[in-house]
């Protein structure tokens, strides 16, 4: 099983700037995409920013250009640097990573895990 721990959440003024961090760990036999998600009360969880082995990155567009998302494959870790955060970032904020992971019958898949998540607030 992997564990996925995200830290790095709080409270922040509208400009301000917070950085995430994710760290996934336990047997895996690579991690494949690592992703930044945000749920608010009442709403559905939505994407905001997905980095894959590779490096290539996406982005809501609410978050283009304010937001980056960076990894560290040989740890498997994953950062979100929020800049000029407005209000409406605020919501609870997980990580989910990809990553294959032997069956029980030995076939590898690609398994989604998921973190606890991260509070971030942001006021006006």
């Known amino acids: 099983q992997v564990r996925v721990v995200e830290s790095g959440g709080g409270l922040a003024q509208s400009g301000g700037s917070l950085r995430l961090s994710c760290a996934a760990s336990?047997?895996?036999?690579?991690?494949?995409?690592m992703g930044w998600y945000r749920q608010e009360p009442g709403r559905q969880r939505e994407l905001v920013a997905n980095i894959d082995s590779d490096r290539i990155t996406t982005y809501s567009e609410s978050v283009k250009g304010r937001f980056a998302i960076s990894r560290v494959n040989a740890k498997n870790i994953m950062y979100l640097q929020m800049d000029n955060l407005k209000p409406e970032d605020t919501g609870v904020y997980y990580c989910?990573?990809?990553?294959?992971?032997?069956?029980?019958?030995?076939?590898?898949?690609?398994?989604?895990?998921w973190g606890q998540g991260t509070q971030v607030t942001v006021s006006s």
């Open positions: 989910k990573v990809i990553s294959k992971t032997m069956a029980t019958n030995g076939r590898i898949l690609d398994v989604d895990y």
């Open positions: 336990g047997p895996t036999y690579g991690i494949n995409d």
